[in-house]
């Protein structure tokens, strides 16, 4: 705890966490063990270290902590009364924390099923992320021949563009495995089915 933090009345002061605004420093941490800060935070009030503080601006009455807005959030709860909810501890249990990773790969996999949505991966919807993510991850990795691709592009007018390729390929309903390869090809024009051919040998 710096120096300020432990000569000064904080009581009021906004309390910053992971750069995100969490509370205030509650008028009960003058009643609590000068180790310890009370918190307003999420209309809860909660127990924390005094250690976490890395800055005290008295200026703008605010405090810096060290730790993160989630465990901020998830600290033990400061009952005025009974005192604790729950033991202090700088290793805070926080359930907070994984219901935010869990938000986190919900997220993941929403992009996950866009992504493979927009490629019309076959069967995504009976696929697990997991799943999905191997295809994806396939597909980045291997290649439609020239003749897949070939069948999806009759309807072209050459000299033509990559996103017309690529519009053309959506219209035809071309497999994942084409659009992705269209997709790797560089961004230029193409002259005839021969440079689009050439272009897809080239790819790695």
């Known amino acids: 705890m710096s120096k300020d933090a432990s000569t000064t009345d904080l009581t009021g002061f906004e309390v ?17 063990d000068v180790s310890f800060i009370v918190v307003d935070a999420a209309l809860q009030r909660v127990l924390l270290p005094a250690g976490f503080i890395s800055d005290v601006d008295a200026r703008r009455r605010k405090v810096t902590l060290s730790c993160t807005a989630a465990e901020v959030r998830g600290a033990p709860r400061f009952d005025e009364q009974h005192g604790l909810a729950a033991p202090p501890s700088t290793e805070l249990v926080d359930d907070q924390v994984a219901e935010e990773e869990a938000e986190s790969d919900d997220a993941t996999k929403d992009e996950v099923y866009a992504e493979a949505g ?36 009759d309807g ?24 992705a390869t269209l997709e790797r090809l560089p961004d230029r024009n193409f002259e005839d089915p021969t440079d689009i051919s050439r272009a897809i040998g080239e790819l790695p």
Do not use: C, W
């Open 16 to 32: 910053e966490a992971g750069g995100e605004t969490v509370g205030r420093i509650h008028n009960a941490t003058n009643e609590v």
């Open 118 to 153: 927009r490629l019309d991966v076959r069967g995504r919807s009976t696929m697990t992320k997991d799943e999905l993510s191997d295809e994806l991850d396939r597909l980045q990795t291997e290649k439609a021949s020239p003749i897949q691709v070939q069948a999806f592009l």
């Open 156 to 179: 072209l007018r050459y000299p033509t563009d990559k996103g017309a390729l690529l519009k053309e390929a959506e219209a035809s309903r071309a497999t994942a495995e084409v659009r």
